[in-house]
Every structure is written in C-alpha cells, then in structure tokens.
C-alpha cells in the first residue's frame, strides 16, 4: 500500500522574500486525519491512500484548507500510465510488484513522465517543485509551491504522523526555475 500526501502551498509576489519563503520551505508535511474507513480496515480493497492540503500564504499568517481524503483501488490510480488527475499531472505512480515507480514530468509540453526513483516497502519519498501561474479572470501571477510524500507500507502502519517519521530516503526537487502551467 501507498500513502501519498500533496501539499500545495499559493502565495503572491509580496510574500516571496527569505523570510517567507523560510516558512514555506519548514511545511514538508502535514498531519493525517485518518477517514472513518481508514487503511487499516482489514476487509478494504484499497492500495491508495492519498490526502491533498491547500495552504495560501499571506504576510499575516499561513491559512490551512484541507482538501480531503481519497481511499483508492488500484484500477482508480493506475490507467497504464501510471497518470491519476488528482495528483496534478505533474506526478505520475506506477507499480511493478511490490514495488513503485515515481516519475515526474519535467517540462510543460513534455509528453513523457522521467522515473525519478522507485519505493519498496518501508520506503519513503519526496518531490518538490514549484509554479508559476495566472488567474483566468484578470491575469495576475501567483506561484504555487508543490510538496509530495510518498510512503510505502503495511495499512496496519496508519498513523496521522506517518510522514513525522524520518526524513525520505529519496528526494527530487525542481526548485531552479518556475514552471508555467
């Protein structure tokens, strides 16, 4: 089983200075709050997990919205591709027994994922790249920064600090340049 977390933090040209950018980069990874059938139902056909949190940031403070859960089959994450919506097409999972594949689409346009590592169990990953990106309405930049934890384990390992643990055996980040999407 996989639990996979996406953080996203939005935040504007006014907060992009050290001081700010010291807060977001201190945001790896959130607690869980496990859903009432969590993963450590024994009779659940899931082998996803996947949680998704929303942070805009501000020069007052960093405001919280958590997007929910998703308990996953198989079929639901895995298309041949590897490409599941809510991971926002950046971030491809793909697996080959007990093992998965992590990839990652490197520029915009690019029309193939590049397998950034592979997690076997007990195994903990993270992404973390960055955008740039305008409002449809009025045009106007913000930037989002993109956070992604991957941990392989059994579903009797579900703790709402699963991601408090360690620091990830593997590690890929696009921080050099500002993708637009």
Known sequence: MIFIQRIS???HKDVRYPDYAAQRAALRFCKEDLPERS???PD?????YFSSHLYEQSKERMAHYSEGVKMLTKDKLYNGKGYYPDLGGRVTVSKA???YG???LCHKGQQW????????PGDYGRIVYNERRTYEDDGKWYYVLTVFNFLVTGPDKAREKMFFVKEP???????KYLRYS
């Open 9 to 11: 933090i939005v935040y």
């Open 169 to 175: 055996e593997n590690y890929f980040e696009d921080m």
């Open 97 to 99: 027994g007990e093992c």
């Open 113 to 120: 994922y590049v397998k950034k590592f592979s997690l076997s």
């Open 102 to 104: 992590i990839g990652y």
């Open 44 to 48: 659940s056909d899931c082998e996803v």
């Open 39 to 41: 993963a450590k139902d």
